[in-house]
Nanobody
Framework: QVQLVESGGGLVQAGGSLRLSCAASGYIYRLNAMGWYRQPPGKQRELVAA???????IYADSVKGRFTISRDNAKNTVYLQMNSLKPEDTAVYYC???????????WGQGTQVTVSS
């Protein structure tokens, strides 16, 4: 079993910054891609950013140039640095991990990010 624990959410004013962290623990042979998703109120969950084990990244168009995803493979941890936050970034942010040899991927419990105008 693998557990993902997120931290770093909170309330911030527009234009501010937050850094989310997600630490994976448990039976992990190897972490493949890891990513951050978000679910705004009343909307579907969407991909924000993802990173492969080799460091290749992808971003949603809405966050390009403002958010940066990174990972520390030695710590089994992925980060999301969020700058120039906007009210429309308000959502519950979820960490996702693809674990090699696991039949399914894993999700964290979610962390609330609220951006006030």
């Amino acid at each position: 079993q693998v557990q993902l624990v997120e931290s770093g959410g909170g309330l911030v004013q527009a234009g501010g910054s937050l850094r989310l962290s997600c630490a994976a623990s448990g039976y992990i042979y190897r972490l493949n891609a890891m990513g951050w998703y978000r679910q705004p109120p009343g909307k579907q969950r969407e991909l924000v950013a993802a990173i492969t084990s080799g460091g290749r990244t992808i971003y949603a168009d809405s966050v390009k140039g403002r958010f940066t995803i990174s990972r520390d493979n030695a710590k089994n941890t992925v980060y999301l640095q969020m700058n120039s936050l906007k009210p429309e970034d308000t959502a519950v942010y979820y960490c996702n991990a693809d674990v090699q040899f696991s039949p399914h991927d894993y999700w964290g419990q979610g962390t609330q990010v609220t951006v006030s105008s």
